[in-house]
């Protein structure tokens, strides 16, 4: 801090200077003092005691004063944009030899009002020209050793003359933006247009590369401001289009520019905007903090988003009044279309009101059965809801991306067959009679999951390798493969693994079950939210209603798949939740989920493909937010991150109203060259993951070891995460980084990357692979039971992996019922988790296993 004593000798002279000051302005300025008492702020404050608001308050006898660096600035808020005439500045002793005085409309895109060099402290008076809403100092250079300080700084215009013609707002602010290309997926063309300063989009380093906006609608454009990083542009276009295509037509052509914040008067019509780089300054691509698009189109504020509305010609909705017949054939054709399309683009779900119906409902890819009753039992189906593996040879181990819920079931014959594997999720159901889990023939199936449902008879998994049940009832389990695993099932079997393979929790420690569609008594659509159950067992509609709350469906914005992420974003924004009905919604910006409680509900496993390198869903550090039922299939430009749950920077406390994401599933390649670095961040705390699969490809289009280059399926961040039903494959690194404290995992199901080339480039440094589950050597408590991962190298079968559980030894990590397979002997997993467990080999496909650890 500086000593009173410099300041105290100045003051007398300051007094002086004051009176000075103050005297009314003579006849040579018709201009006013237009920034006495406005809201002032500055990049930083020496003290408390010396404020940005100092310097504007009239009162010679105090100062803002900076903090001792050169790059420091004071700027002060008009209120409105008015035309400028001249700067008083008012130094006290620690001055600038150097600085700007610099004029802006939004506080974002400056403009250089006036250069000085050579200051020499004291009053400052400069004439200066244009019109500003917000004025600044910007020092460049110190007189001294401490950092900037001002008595006052006074700024004179003209309020009652011409205002600026070009408002200050941003027309392009947070609108849907592309780029010719990225550097990375660190630098998203949607970077440059949200407003912050400190992100950025940046090209590859090639000309010419563009950057363009779509302003929604044909805008009137006066000014387009730059925000340039250092590698600029020294030569470029401002285009604008009808259609975001050719022809675009110039506003301007800039050559030797120099970078730095520019502000382009424009004149011209058009939707989109872009600035076409046509010579880079630097050997960088180009790379824009900020593009800001300024118009002078009036538009009235938008209309209200409605909420509810049609749920579109693929919810199928079946009335008791409609005959067998007919349900049977709209069941039957969407089975034809669907049975083998894995990666086809339809999306179905029938939605049964409630009633009786003699039907048998089989179910194929992105199909949903959903009985549309409060309650299981209010829709009856005698025959069945079943899936068979008959498309695919009796093989049912690509059985994915489907499901039923909500519904009984008296099934023919007394047993439904639901032979599926990953992402096929059965909840709410009451089976009236046996569930046989395998194919016919009992060909092979990889794992599955169910959750609050009654199975009166048995539970038959024969040829399911793994499985978990969650929350349920069950007359009985008659066996398993390798890995069985109960928690709070009433009749579920004893724990007893290594043999029987069964892994046992008496209670689930905290579970919620995932919202749902129903018909209230009135006919009206509705969305029912489940109570959060703690020590949960048994079914949670076992002593009547499931508990909870009845939403509206006008709470919601019904999306279609022509929805933008704008659309959609304005929707949340206004306080909507989402529905998104059956189909595949494209989106180049964020969804961003920003308040507590919203809920995001897929019918028909609705689907999502972030373009633009884009993460697809963002979910701020808030209460209770419920995700469920949708699919993220990452797009062909790397994301960095699909699915953010909380920023870096989380830290709130969810305990009592925890975040849910049920039945949420990630594809990194199948049906097309998908790419991203990670797909699941979890970093607010509290957050339940209740079934997910995140699958890297290894089979349908876009597949190989450089093509769909995921790195890590999930890494956890955030404290007192419980995952119950984790299914996570096939990533090039880990699967699962967790450095959150007080992490569970109830069940993990896992392979590993079928298609490294070979050892060389599958070392972990010198260890040899990456672990499937890798909790961070900081983390003090963490508790697993009933995980299994297998390795099937089919490129180089000769590739071994040290191990696939991997943890701190400590006292609070645990672990319960671990497993590791070689596939056919297709390579080898040398330990189960860190130096424990026999090694995994052989065409026997024998499971190695550890009861407990350490």
């Not at 007919?326 to 009101?353: N, P």
């Not at 997910?692 to 190989?704: F, K, M, S, V």
């Not at 995921?710 to 690194?733: C, P, Q, S, W, Y």
């Amino acid at each position: 801090m500086r000593g009173l004593s410099r300041t105290a000798a100045l003051f007398t002279a300051s007094a002086v200077v004051a009176a000075l000051i103050t005297l009314p302005a003579t006849p040579a300025f018709a201009d006013t003092l237009v920034s006495q008492g406005k809201p002032a702020t500055a990049s930083s404050v020496e003290n408390a005691g010396m404020a940005a608001g100092n310097a504007v308050d009239g009162n010679t006898g105090t100062r803002w004063s900076s903090l001792a660096t050169a790059d420091q600035w004071l700027q002060v808020d008009l209120g409105s944009s008015i035309p400028l005439t001249r700067v008083i500045l008012n130094w006290e002793a620690a001055y600038a030899t150097a600085y700007k005085v610099q004029g802006s409309q939004n506080g974002t895109t400056w403009t250089d009002l006036r250069s000085v060099t050579g200051g020499d402290g004291g009053i400052d008076t400069w004439d200066i020209t244009g019109s500003a809403r917000y004025v600044r100092m910007l020092g460049i250079t110190r007189a001294t050793g401490w950092g900037y300080s001002l008595w006052e700084f006074q700024v004179y215009g003209e309020p009652g003359g011409t205002t600026d013609p070009c408002p200050a707002a941003n027309a392009a602010l947070n609108k849907p933006s592309s780029a010719s290309s990225i550097q990375n997926a660190g630098f998203p063309a949607s970077a440059a247009f949200d407003g912050n300063n400190g992100t950025r989009w940046s090209s590859a380093a090639s000309d010419p590369q563009w950057i363009q906006v779509d302003l929604g609608s044909t805008q009137t454009i006066c000014a387009i401001d730059l925000r340039w990083e250092a590698a600029y542009a020294s030569a470029f276009k401002l285009q604008v289009s009808a259609n975001g295509a050719d022809p675009w037509t110039d506003l301007k052509s800039v050559t030797g520019a120099t970078g730095g914040v520019q502000s382009h008067a424009v004149s011209g019509s058009g939707r989109y905007v872009r600035m076409l780089g046509t010579t880079r300054a630097t050997g960088y691509g180009y790379s824009l903090w900020e593009f800001a698009v300024r118009t002078t189109t009036t538009t009235n504020p938008p209309d209200p988003i409605p909420g509810g509305g049609s749920l579109g010609p693929n919810v199928h909705v079946i009335d008791p009044s409609m005959s067998s017949a007919t349900i049977q054939s709209a069941l039957d054709t969407v089975f034809t279309q669907q049975e083998s399309a894995q990666f086809g683009t339809g999306r179905h779900a029938f939605l049964f009101k409630p009633g009786t119906y003699n039907v048998n409902a089989r179910v194929g890819f992105y199909t949903s059965i959903i009985g549309a009753g409060q309650n299981p039992g209010d829709v009856v189906i005698n025959g069945g809801v079943t899936v068979d593996a008959g498309w695919f040879g009796g093989n049912a181990t690509q059985n994915f991306w489907r499901s039923t819920e909500n519904l009984a079931v008296q099934p023919t014959g007394g047993e439904n067959r639901w032979a599926v594997s990953q992402a096929a999720p059965f909840r709410r159901m009451h089976i009236r009679g046996n569930l046989n889990l395998a194919p016919t023939g009992y060909g092979w199936a990889s794992g599955g999951y169910i959750a609050d449902s009654k199975i009166d008879g048995s539970v038959g998994p024969y040829s399911q390798q793994q499985w978990y049940t969650r929350d349920s009832t069950i007359g009985s389990w008659v066996n398993g493969v390798w890995n069985m695993v109960f928690s709070g099932v009433a009749g579920a079997p004893a724990n007893s693994f290594p043999e029987p393979v069964y892994t046992t929790l008496q209670n689930t420690p905290i579970s919620r079950e995932k919202p749902y569609l129903y018909v209230d008594g009135g006919g009206n659509y509705r969305v029912f939210v489940p109570a959060l159950r703690t020590n949960a067992r048994g079914h949670s509609w076992a002593n009547g209603p499931t508990a909870g709350t009845s939403l509206p469906l006008t709470d919601f914005y019904v999306a279609k798949p022509t929805d933008t992420a704008a659309t959609i974003n304005a929707a949340l924004a206004q306080g909507l939740n989402l529905l998104l009905t059956p189909g595949i919604y494209h989106v180049n910006a964020p969804i961003n989920i920003n308040r507590p409680n919203t809920i995001v509900l897929g019918l028909g496993l609705a689907t999502i493909i972030p373009d633009n390198a884009a993460t697809a869903i963002k979910v701020a550090d808030v209460d209770g937010v419920k995700l469920a039922g949708f699919l993220i299939d990452a797009g062909p430009q790397k994301s960095d991150v699909l699915i953010e749950v909380g920023p870096a920077s989380s830290s709130a406390d969810h305990a009592a109203n925890p975040t849910t994401l049920q039945d949420v599933f990630v594809r990194i390649g199948g049906a097309f060259a998908g790419n991203a670095t990670t797909s699941l961040v979890i970093n607010s705390d509290d957050v339940i993951i209740d079934h997910t699969w995140l699958w890297r490809g290894d089979h349908g289009e876009g597949i190989g070891w450089t093509v769909n280059t995921a790195e890590t399926g999930m890494i956890v961040n955030g404290d007192d995460v419980l995952a119950t039903g984790l299914f996570v494959e096939h990533f090039r690194k880990y699967d699962v980084e967790w450095y959150g404290e007080r992490g569970r995992t109830i069940f993990f199901q896992n392979e590993k990357a079928y298609d490294p080339p070979n050892q060389a480039a599958y070392m972990n440094g010198t260890v040899k692979g990456w672990a499937a589950y890798k909790v961070g050597p900081n983390v003090n408590v963490h508790e697993g039971w009933g995980m299994g991962s297998y390795c099937y190298f089919n490129v180089d079968p000769t590739i071994e992996v040290d191990r696939v559980f991997e943890t701190p030894i400590k006292p609070g990590v645990k672990f319960h019922s671990l497993l590791s397979v070689s596939l056919g002997g297709n390579g080898r997993i040398n330990h189960v988790i860190n130096d424990t467990g026999a090694p995994a080999f052989g065409t026997a496909t024998i499971p190695s296993k550890v009861v407990s650890y350490p």
